[in-house]
T-cell receptor, first 115, second 111 residues
């Protein structure tokens, strides 16, 4: 149980375009989802915390207008990278927390390459 | 969140035990000690967590010092599939319980 999926697993887009990444909790309801970004050979950096039905809370230094997060249901959160640039190329990982539970379960990640 | 300190890298021979250390001298009374690992090009995977007592599960054991200022993740028999970056993380019991990652220890398993 407690499986989190991400779609797509990888995506290549052109500079200036927007790309949407989906994060789904497959077998549980996630009241809270988290989005991370990881550059090569670096650790994961938390971008934002998303609660179902409310606005996401962004970490300091993360542009909320550039990284749009929507958590419309208890099983789906989306991250949209708007007007993507090559420096946005990274590994994006989501995680989900079961309502009332302590643990976070991570998705497999999405590799974004902006050309 | 309180900070943790881990060695950047460690090596182990296959089928031998591995002890991965973590220092967390500023840990507070309500902080849980969590370990996650990340295999190459994958999302992190939960390994184990504890508060005060040593913990065992099917993946590993967690030994927590009596003063809680350090802990050790123990893999009883390292396999090649255990080669990953291991993160020791402190999480308090309140708020959104977000997981903040440090630099972790890259474990290399030698056949």
């Amino acid at each position: 149980g407690a499986v989190v999926s991400q779609h797509p697993s990888w995506v290549i887009c052109k500079s200036g375009t927007s790309v949407k990444i989906e994060c789904r909790s497959l077998d549980f309801q996630a009241t809270t989802m988290f989005w991370y970004r990881q550059f090569p050979k670096q650790s994961l950096m938390l971008m934002a915390t998303s609660n179902e039905g409310s606005k996401a809370t962004y970490e300091q230094g993360v542009e909320k207008d550039k990284f749009l997060i929507n958590h419309a249901s208890l099983t789906l959160s989306t991250l949209t990278v708007t007007s993507a640039h090559p420096e946005d190329s990274s590994f994006y990982i989501c995680s989900a927390r079961l309502a009332g539970a302590y643990e976070q379960y991570f998705g497999p990640g999405t590799r974004l390459t902006v050309t | 969140d309180a900070k943790t300190t881990q060695p950047n890298s460690m090596e182990s021979n296959e089928e031998e035990p591995v002890h991965l250390p973590c220092n967390h001298s500023t840990i507070s009374g309500t902080d849980y000690i969590h370990w996650y690992r990340q295999l190459p090009s994958q999302g992190p995977e939960y390994v184990i967590h504890g508060l005060t007592s040593n913990v065992n599960n099917r993946m590993a054991s967690l030994a927590i010092a009596e003063d809680r200022k350090s802990s050790t993740l123990i893999l009883h028999r390292a396999t090649l599939r255990d080669a990953a970056v291991y993160y020791c993380i402190l999480r308090d019991s309140g708020g959104y319980q977000k997981v903040t990652f440090g630099t972790g220890t890259k474990l290399q398993v030698i056949p």
